[in-house]
């Protein structure tokens, strides 16, 4: 099936490496379009929760595609996150098509976007990492037995219930967290007069408006590949919010080879992009 051709995507929070990830859904989306930029806004492969023992197939497979988007030509920049940032020693690698940053700048149609993943703003990361890393841990035991109930829910024909959401929705400093996030996000961007500001981090997708006394920014946040399956998209100087559904346009099941040679997939970006 023909891919779809998309000027900018950007995804973050996907988690490799983790129980909740849907990694097979990713692949899928990833297998179905075309960009001519990619943008991995933080936390892709978690390296906080990294189990040698826990790496299937379908995660591998998110990396295949990653990998061969840059092999055929598309610009991607792995932006650095708190679960990944045992590569932020690696910051501003430049590989073929490939980069490795913690922020990014881009100009989209004479305007500026401003991309960075958003841990800086989160205290509980910056000064007691621990805690941070303590809570991950119950956040991904928390999604695996969501996603157990969601499956029992569904063999009874029931909708799905989303325990995370409910809990960001009811408690009042994850409320206010949220909020802090975003306004610290656009009163910045304000400031700097950028005109899209593009974070990830906090698994809430979003695509507003915001303004305040010194000007106005479109505030955008990827969401998630663990609890919301979503990616930015941006085509024709628009921005939309697209939300993986039960039937993707593309699968990857039926690829002709299933395996592949990281270190010779590796080459052809690097001898690809060099032609160019």
């Not at 061969?68 to 932020?88: I, Q």
């Amino acid at each position: 099936m023909k891919k779809r051709k998309v000027e900018v995507v950007v995804i973050s929070d996907a988690h490799l490496g983790t129980y909740g990830c849907h990694a097979k859904e990713l692949a899928n989306y990833l297998a179905s379009i075309k960009p001519k930029t990619l943008i991995l806004n933080g936390d892709i492969i978690d390296i906080w929760q990294f189990r040698k023992s826990y790496f299937p197939k379908e995660h591998l497979k998110v990396i295949k595609q990653i990998i061969n988007c840059a092999s055929k030509g598309t610009k991607v920049h792995y932006l650095t996150g708190n679960h990944d940032e045992f590569l932020r020693k690696f910051s501003d690698t430049f590989v073929g098509n490939f980069s490795l940053q913690d922020k990014l700048l881009l100009e989209l149609d004479g305007k500026k976007a401003w991309v960075f993943h958003g841990d800086v703003f989160d205290a509980s990361v910056q000064h007691s990492k621990w805690i941070a890393k303590l809570g991950g841990l119950g956040y991904d035991y928390l999604i695996l037995l969501n996603r157990f109930i969601n499956w029992c829910l569904n063999k009874l024909g029931k909708e799905p219930y989303s325990f995370s959401k409910k809990i960001k929705s009811s408690v009042k400093k994850a409320v206010k967290f949220i909020g802090d996030f975003e306004i610290t996000a656009t009163d910045l961007a304000i400031e700097k007069k950028y005109d899209y500001v593009i974070c990830g981090h906090i698994h809430e997708p979003k695509i507003k408006e915001v303004e305040n006394k010194f000007g106005k920014t479109l505030y955008l946040n990827s969401g998630d590949w663990v609890e919301n399956l979503t990616a930015l998209e941006y085509n024709n100087k628009r921005w939309k919010l697209y939300r993986y559904s039960n039937n993707p346009i593309q699968t990857i099941e039926n690829e002709e080879n299933d395996n592949f040679d990281m270190e010779n997939l590796l080459t052809q970006v690097y001898f690809n992009s060099a032609r160019k």
